[in-house]
């Protein structure tokens, strides 16, 4: 696993079963054999994991000049000269004889295994084994499935002690809460008593366990792999865009699995993403379009909602004008239906009170003005990464996987700036929890020397500086709490665009395809492609009716003009104000205010309900189109699932809606919709529908600019050419291609898929097939088309298109004095809490924990109260009560609590239209 | 004598031989305070450490390389060849000291610190200036109390006397030395597994490659990894020249060497004699040394090197003990442990008692020894059950060929250390000599199908309650 240069760099030749192939030097033998075709069996070995040699399963001859000696193929670095052979008599006894050795305590139970038909070790039985197992005593027992945590289930007679489970647990996830316990032939896998595999990531080790020994809780006795329908699509749990195969049958989604992809996930997802989908499968769905009858929302046919909801926003364009209209949401919603909802918005009711966001979010000009720091560059080997943001597992949680990699293995370095401790504290070089309001000074103070707020410690404040001082920066910028404005985060943005303009920024967004909404327009002052309003209207004026020429309201905005009875009709795509909104008193006064309110969503939301229509949407898994993550990765969301009732995806009721209003979107496909994108957004030009569905792996927007230094991609799907190409051009060297800069160790060959091929050899059906065990290759073969990434150089936002949205620091806001009597709030989100998609999916739904309030040990010995008591925090908003506990990471001027949605908690406390919310605690 | 056995709670006493053969490592023995301080300094000791620190740490390596002192662990290999294995400049380094003395037989390491640990430490500290360390790790057994007791007053004792410390006898040179008491695994005697077991991990041994210690080893920093015996000869090199030590012994190995005998014989106990001049007739049967069968019995078989060695009969009794000797006729000195076996052992159950060891004492990391060896405990069993049928003895050496392809010695392997491979020699031994022993339990009763609800066969999961694991 050490670093591996590209082939031509650095090749050595090495003989596979008498073939002379050229490798990387120190490319693991094993991963050599992939490249000459030949697949070697293997059970601990996994591409993403560093290899320990300990199943045998992999034992090849190999001769360094010393005669043949066995030797564990994924242990053995290759160097010049090196003879592998794998089918020698002696390596086919060793292999045969080790999987032998592997079924002797293994229960022969597959017709009742849910591994049965994708388990690796009856392909590899079939394939390499004895055929009959000559072991007639009896076996090891213990006691069947043990639960390891509420998701998974453990049956440790199956198990092989492979150490993939653990690994990842200790080594990729640093979570170390499954073990060896015992020891010879009595070793299990277990947990310890009182610490469950309580971990964000528990269900990747069901996806890399090579037999049926974990298995998920959602999908036991479910189905058979061989009656699973397959798609591959992206994950809508987050914005990380995490590659997923959708596994269904009879209409229903079964289980989503991890796709392996170099730039994004490398096969992991989170227990959200893996096991969100149940909350699709909910019975409480939407399946039919609802509208007001007094207090009661009942049933509607779906004109006679379109007719209500075209008739209230058509008496708002002709009453009040275009701005008494406002469009609020679309994260949810794929890029087709966003750029359908954009269009009907401001090109047909011709209103700019449109926003994605929910005011907990980052404004538009940051996420899209600054120069773009892909995944991979963010994480880039030996390079720099300053964090400003919040706790990644908990809202980019494979985010936090390839971070962790990236610092404990690659050799980058981490300066981490949170509002409280995080796990980030102990992968950092330094960190530091600066109060809410001081997140500019500090980022000054590290950047360009400014004076350090108070407090920080200067030898954390020296260092960081000089590993800050280097030329390999990347920066993630995030919003970390919504308890004070997003104007200190863009504070702290204006900062690393004056110190270090040509650093680039990872913008760490949430929601899952809010940087596809922002991209299509769903933001004030945008239009699609990341363009401004003046830049954009001539170009948008040939497709659109109309192009709006005042920027409109963000989110807040708009709830505030709703409370104050100037909005008409507010549509609500897919947004919970009320939950979502950091001010849940002023959501609640722009529910009442707004005169119309039109929703579509998946549930009846603690919003919708308060809606007068109500649209059934099609969700997750039920739609086609694309999905953008926080990176501008474009990939492919596929439909697996029929959505519930009559829902129907967003675009076609923003299409049917432009008819009602006398105009026609022309839109009527997915594939229309996209073409359209393709064809008015500069950010978009070039990545078509083609090139969408060659690139297994996604397209970052924009496409790099100068075409010597890109890919070019074929008709088939091959990479050629350009500067990441095989200088050499050789015949038979691989092509492998890499997106920019060193590649990150632990990445699986491109063209690794290490399924065992079956004795027939590869078939070619599996490379359209996709591979339920996607996790056992790198990334795919036939499907490592590499499309440039925005210009790593980071010359402009926009790949220096004129029209891009630039960022321009607004004036800073202004740091209210500290009130001594007073805490300031900082409230961060957890990746499960009450939401409606963690709670509508049963197996995640009590998962989500105690959110008590957070304070600094010395607080409490101030308040004289002990950890656990009940207090009462008092804004001058509200006044709740909820317990409170010590973190010492906590600042001593802060309270720190997880945000939850529901009334009466944390969000009744903020006010948005202060800068920091401060509270007051008294003892209840 | 007395003391050794109360304190070390082993039953029986052992026995030294007095004899005129030369004594290196085991010339204060005699004395019922060997073990202290003061018997140490008024019979030489330390001298070695004045000659050693007289000179530059190159010379040291030098006066070992020309002792030709192979590792008396068990591999036997050149211990100052050993020491230049270092990669230069790399430091911090370590030298690691093996106490974990566990081969079935082998009770030398333990006599030597129970009984002489001074001489052990000087040893350390020898090999600490050649190598360059200024740490060393003693790990001693865990079940060896008397042993560990003696090492750590010893040690205070050393300290106190400005033989370990900061600025040892007014040099420059500085040493400290960490006791570390195992957990009792078998395996931990192995170098890599050592070295995990120090840092604090399972005792699971690692891949060579890549972490040979001599690179990657204690703190993936360069690790010398000796034997107690190793060790304790530097003392005596040291004072007397490298010379004088390669001048006793054989071709391929010089000096003496501690033999533990055990089983059938008279006189159990721990012997050093010169290699190549004594034979195992001489050491089995001479008075002073085993002293014969015991009870007028006759020899059946004899283990020559720890219970991984295959075994030796009555044909090799006059083979010299020597490695190179022991080496060609298919077998090893090992750790230095002869077990007899007499004509009254049933060779079937002797090879089930080893293999029993082995797979008792697997670590479990790798498939072939966790699966294998207990596959063979059981098919043995099942063998002394009355349930053996005529393809098992084939089956026997079949899973021996998937542990250790080829049953050749040296043993290859398919696992990651010897341990495997250590529990094919038994049955290999067995199966070829006395092949008509397991024959003759052959053919009786048909194998059972067993079905035990041990463990719980099906028992349904408990469903937690979610907050236990919400977190």
Redesign the interface.
Known sequence: MTDVESPAEAGVTITVDGRELQVPRGELLIEACERADVYVPRFCYHSRMRP??????C?VEVDTGRGP??Q?SC??EAADGMKVETGTP?AI??QT??L???L??HPLDCPVCDKGGECPLQDQAMSHGPGES?????KR???????V??LV?LDRERC??CDRCTRFAKDVAGEPLIH?L??????QVNTFPDH?F?SYYSGNTVQICPVGALTSVSYRFKARPWDLAQVESTCQGCAMGCRIVIDTSRDRVNRHNGVDIDPVNWGWLCDKGRYGYQAIESEERLGAPLRREGDALVGAGWSEALGLAARALDEARRGRGPASIAVLGGARLPNEGAYAWAKLAKGVLGTDNVDAQMGDGLPAEVVLGLPRATIDRLCRPGGTILWIGPDPREELAVLYLRLRHAVREDGARLVAITPTGTVLDELATAAFHPEPALLPALVSALLEDGPAPDGVDPEALAAARDLLGGDDLAVALGRASVAESAGYTVDAAAVVARARPEAPVLPLLRRANVHGALDMGLAPGLLPGRTTLAAGAERMGVVWDTVPTERGLDATGILTAAAEGRIDVLVLLGADPLADHPDRELAARALAGARTVIASDLFLTESSTRADVVFPAAGPDEVDGTHTNVEGRISLLAQAVTGPGTARPDWMVAAELAFRLGADLGLESVADIWAEIEAVAPSHRGITAQLLAEAGDGVVAPLGAAPAATTEVTSTGEAVGGADADPAGGADAPDVVQDEGPEPSGQGSAHGDSEPAGPEGADDAEAARVDPEAEEGGGRAAQDVVVPEADPAGTGPAGGDPEGVRFEAPAPTPVPPVDSYALRLVVTRTL?DDGTLVQQAPILA????EAPLRVHPSVLDRLGVDPGARVRAISPRATITLPVVADPGVPRGVAAVARRRRAGGVADLVDSSQPVTEIRLETA | MDLLAAGAGQGRGVAVAVTDAPKIITSRLVHDDSHTLDRYQATGGYQGLRAALAKRPDEVVGEVKTASLLGRGGAGFPAGVKWGFCPPGVWPRYLVVNGDESEPGTYKDRILMERDPHQLIEGVLIACYAIGCAQAFLYVRGEMALAQERIAAALNDAYAAGYVGQGILGSDFSVDIVLHWGAG?YIVGEETALIESLEGN?GMPR?K??FFPAAKGLYLQPTVVNNVETLANLPWILREGGASFAELGAEASRGTRMFAVSGHVRNPGVYEVEFGVTTFRDLIYAPVYGGGIRDGHALKAFIPGGASAPWFYEEHLDLPLEKGAVDKAGSMLGSGAIVVMDETTDMVKAALRVVRFF??????????C??????LE??LE?ILDGHGRPSDLD?LL??C???S?GIAWPP?????CPLGPSAVSPIASAVTRFRDEFEARLGGAP?PV??????????A????A??????
């Open positions: 320990v040699g300990m199943c045998r399963q034992l000696a066995l564990p242990m053995i002696v006894k060793a004889g080790v032998e050795l592997l002797v305590n000559r072991m007639v005593e009896e027992h213990f006691e069947k499935p043990i639960p945590s509420d289930a092989i002690l060896f015992d020891r010879g032939n009595q070793t469950p309580a499960y009590g998962l989500a924990a | 695994a399972r891949l490659p890549p797979a008792r004492e697997s670590c479990g990391k790798c498939t072939p966790r699966e294998g060896t207990s596959w059981k098919i099942r089956l079949d899973v060929d998937n542990i392809p290859k392997q398919t696992t990651i194998v067993t079905v035990s609800m041990a463990g719980g066969a099906y028992v999961a408990p469903t937690p979610p907050e236990e694991v919400a977190s």
